[in-house]
């Protein structure tokens, strides 16, 4: 018999201070805070549903279609904490079985373990009825993910006790608060095999040189003055701690032995056009932040979409638009009858122009948390307890 059934929702998040290093493996908990804008779920979004019955003989787990081993140290750990708290269903024998989809392809090259470990989180603790903080559950699934519990702006608090119990993910503010923030995602064609997460950083905790500098000084000055900015809507100093602080992990990735390069040709070129524009602009009209790949996240406010857009799409140009911008379909055409001012005349007339360097570009906004959605939504067929 079916005990329980809920599907749930949740965002992708990306950092404008980055996690990187760990001072505990198996807890997940991090050398240093850090800082995150939760992306609109109308464009990128896990859901997760999770059925609990008294017919299933184990636990199992399919992901985007293809069943995975739920004897992983990171489920089992996040399964574990999750029924320890439980206070629903523990007097019944019973297995769950957990569906998840993603509604962005895997090959787009975005992190999707973020939100697919917060939506999982989420999920069972709806199912357990779970209260309290579960950000920290979230954590030990996957560091970035803890981020992902809430919207508009979030920030990961290190914390210093060693069982991890107040290194959680706190709101900064919510959504509501600074609804001109953009964010435009360049997603950069590119085939190389990068080096995880999880590997880049234990290699530049043990080897990089400006790891101390940064964890002691850089980033607690800049988590102290973004989150100031982001309270003032300040974007001038949103942006410019955003740029450096991409630049800094990129920079302790270069300075880790072996080196570890994630940013190829095109990022760098998209990271220049970018200073240039600013330069010329007379102030930072967008600000670009890269995670462990080549694709940019270009965080903007509203008020330089469309000239953000049009710039990309000069020097990245594509016979059709309509597939190849995925955002507000009225901004097409305000992209494409858009006219440069005197001062940008030169950027918008590039020397050369890269075709097919870009898979596609993703424009959207900051969004909310994780949401229950109805059960009509559910990915589990319950005669059969498989994915639908
Ligand atoms: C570059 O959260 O994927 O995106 O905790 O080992 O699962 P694990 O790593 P993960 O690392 C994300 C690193 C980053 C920066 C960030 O999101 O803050």
């Not at 787990?61 to 320890?84: F, M, P």
């Not at 360049?186 to 995880?196: G, I, Q």
């Not at 600000?287 to 979409?305: H, Q, R, S």
């Not at 992209?335 to 001012?341: L, R």
């Amino acid at each position: 018999m079916v005990l329980a059934s809920i599907t749930c929702s949740a965002p992708v998040n990306i950092a404008v201070i980055k996690y990187w290093g760990k001072r505990d493996e198996k807890l997940i908990l991090p050398l240093n805070s850090s800082l995150s804008g939760t992306l609109h779920q109308d464009d990128l979004k896990t859901t997760t549903t999770i059925v609990a019955s008294e017919d299933y003989t184990e636990d199992a787990i399919w992901l985007n279609g293809k069943k995975e081993d739920i004897n992983a140290t990171r489920y089992q750990n996040v399964l574990k904490a999750i029924r320890s708290r439980a206070t629903k269903l523990q007097d019944k024998k019973h297995c769950v079985h957990i569906v998840s989809i993603n509604n962005f392809p895997t090959a787009a090259g975005l992190a999707s373990s973020a939100s697919g470990y917060c939506c999982l989180v989420y999920t069972l603790a709806q199912i357990y009825g779970v209260d309290g903080d579960i950000s920290g559950i979230a954590r030990i699934g996957s560091g970035s993910a803890c981020r992902s519990m809430y919207g508009g702006f979030v920030k990961w608090e290190m914390g210093e006790k060693e069982d991890g119990s107040d290194s959680i993910a706190v709101q900064v503010q919510p959504e509501s608060h600074w609804p001109e923030m953009n964010i435009i995602v360049l997603v950069v064609n590119d085939k190389k095999k990068e080096t995880s997460s999880t590997d880049g950083m234990q290699k530049s905790a043990a080897t990089s040189p400006m790891m101390k500098e940064r964890c002691a000084v850089t980033v607690p000055t800049r988590m102290r003055d973004i989150e100031e900015a982001i309270k003032n809507k300040d974007f001038q100093t949103f942006g410019d701690i955003t740029m450096k602080d991409s630049d800094d992990f990129h920079e302790v990735c270069a300075t880790t032995t072996p080196a570890i390069y994630y940013l190829n040709d095109t990022s760098r070129y998209i990271m220049n056009l970018i200073h240039r524009y600013n330069k010329l602009s007379g102030s930072v009209k967008c600000a670009y932040t890269f995670d462990a790949g080549p694709n940019a996240c270009i965080y903007l406010p509203e008020e330089n979409v469309v000239e953000v857009l049009s710039l990309f799409i000069k020097h990245f140009p594509d016979q059709d638009l309509s597939t190849y911008y995925r955002g507000p379909k009225e901004n097409v055409e305000k992209i494409q009858s858009y006219k440069p001012n005197e001062k940008l005349q030169s950027l918008f007339t590039p020397e050369t122009t890269f075709a097919s360097s870009l898979k596609y570009i993703l424009h959207t906004k900051v969004g909310p948390g994780p949401q229950i959605l109805s059960e009509s939504e559910s990915l589990i067929d319950n005669n059969t307890g498989l994915p639908k």
